[in-house]
């Protein structure tokens, strides 16, 4: 097989165009890096430290005092108080819902009165979610921190909006029917989730502000 000799002047030729290539590459480079174009520049990753932050806090700070409970009318009454595991076996059955056949705990306080009644906002706090049940009827979400949040359910109407800033003892609704147990018309069903877990409003209700919202 007959082999090829490749002329004295291809070697130092393919050696010079290499060098040039590498070279312009090198200032091309360099000049992207100087002046991005305009679509690069802004994706240019800027230090999480020097963001500006402008996510608004769903809840403004908790100013009160005490906690009050969600209605202010008086004659008010307790028709199923919230079913404690460490209560008398007399108070957990009388804390029993019975729906289609079925028993369950009491997850909160279902108050019940002769008429219908506003139902407020225990704590300061934000609306955060409203939905409406076909069993439970209007129900109403209030954040207080990112630990507490209060629920309101049963309600008939409703006066506030999702996002809406609340007060202590504002109206956010009206009592109404759940078709639960033996059934109520002027009802709210109150619960209160602090820290992923279902708490005790009664217990809730003589909790320090100040060690509910640090």
Known sequence: ?????LKSWVVPALYVVSLT????SAVLMGKMMMNPPDDARETIFVPNDILEDDTTPVVDEVTNVTVNQPYLL???????DFYDKDGTEESQINSLIFYKNTYMENTGVLYNYEE????????????????????LGKVVEVTHSTELITIYHCLS??????G?????????GVSGKVNI???????????VNYRGQILNPNK??????SDLVK
């Open 1 to 5: 097989m007959k082999r090829l000799k």
């Open 164 to 172: 809406d800033s609340v007060k202590q003892n504002d109206v956010i």
């Open 116 to 135: 219908k009644f506003d139902v407020v906002s225990v704590l300061d706090g934000t609306v955060t979610s409203i939905t409406d049940d076909e069993i």
């Open 204 to 209: 809730f209700y003589l909790m320090k502000v």
């Open 21 to 24: 290539i590498i070279f312009a």
């Open 181 to 191: 147990d033996k059934g109520y018309e002027n009802a709210l069903l109150f619960e």
């Open 157 to 162: 109407e409703v006066s506030v909006g999702v």
């Open 74 to 80: 008086e004659g008010v009454k307790v028709a199923k």
